[in-house]
């Protein structure tokens, strides 16, 4: 499990130190220090370079808005949590994209719920980034085309032509069959056929044909059957059935 690096910043001493017994019973959550005011809470920032800072509200020097707001300002990747005993500053809170807020008296369920929650949108960071990193450009009689690998059924040979089929539209590729196994192997393709390869994903069903060949169903609007060889069978079974 990751490490999320918290920062804790109130003015009263019990209060951090329950904040602090609370986090030490979460998995993964590591303090990595404290502030009491706003100055100080900014200059930890900068030095330690947490990834969650719990944020009160009322601070004797700044209010924890103003701290949010050199933070945006100083473009600091740190999510903050902040801590109120009144709803009403969660409206500001939010204009100045705080992650959270908590509101006082919270417990350790609550706190639970945040972590769960910062984690979550982690993942969802990570699985936007890699799906803009893993764009496939295809040239086209018009341009260039980017389809994620996830978008594309089945892929065909037609004459000289390569068809690029996605779930509701058909791309005339400038790639070669081989060309395209090549880039998209990795992402669960498989060739059935010579002329076709296949997006394992969104096969639907697997229909005997005749003379121990078969064909693909795909789960595109319109049924689409693919050609599977009877030399790739056993392979095609080995890869998609458990």
């Known amino acids: 499990m990751m490490t ?8 009263e001493q019990p209060a951090r130190e329950e904040l602090a017994y609370m986090l030490g019973e979460i998995q993964g959550a590591a303090l990595i220090g404290e502030a009491s005011t706003g100055m100080e ?15 009160d509200i009322h601070l004797p020097d700044l209010t924890g808005l103003q701290v949010a707001e050199l933070l ?6 740190i999510q903050i949590v902040f801590l109120t005993a009144y709803d009403h500053f969660a409206i500001e809170a939010f204009k100045l994209r705080a992650f959270h807020y908590l509101l006082k008296p919270y417990d350790l369920e609550d706190l639970i719920e945040v972590f769960d929650t910062y984690l979550n949108m982690l993942k969802e960071n990570q699985m936007k980034t890699e799906q803009t990193k893993n764009k496939l450009a295809i040239e086209t009689e018009n341009g260039i085309t980017y389809l994620s690998p996830k978008e594309i059924y089945f892929i065909e040979k037609q004459g000289r032509e390569v068809i690029i089929h996605t779930k509701i539209e058909k791309i005339k590729a400038l790639f070669t069959l081989n060309e395209l196994f090549e880039k998209l192997e990795r992402f669960s393709f498989f060739r059935t056929h010579k002329s076709y390869l ?3 994903e969104h096969i639907k069903e697997l229909r005997t ?22 030399n790739y069978v056993k392979d095609l079974r080995e890869k998609v059935e458990l």
């Open 4 to 11: 999320v690096r918290v920062l804790i910043v109130d003015d």
């Open 41 to 55: 809470a900014v200059k930890k920032a900068k030095e330690l370079k947490p990834d969650l800072m719990f944020l």
């Open 72 to 77: 945006n300002e100083f473009d600091f990747a």
């Open 198 to 200: 296949v997006n394992l």
């Open 209 to 230: 044909w005749f003379s121990g060949s078969y064909n693909l169903i795909m789960n595109d609007q319109y049924q689409s059957e693919v050609p599977v060889s009877r």
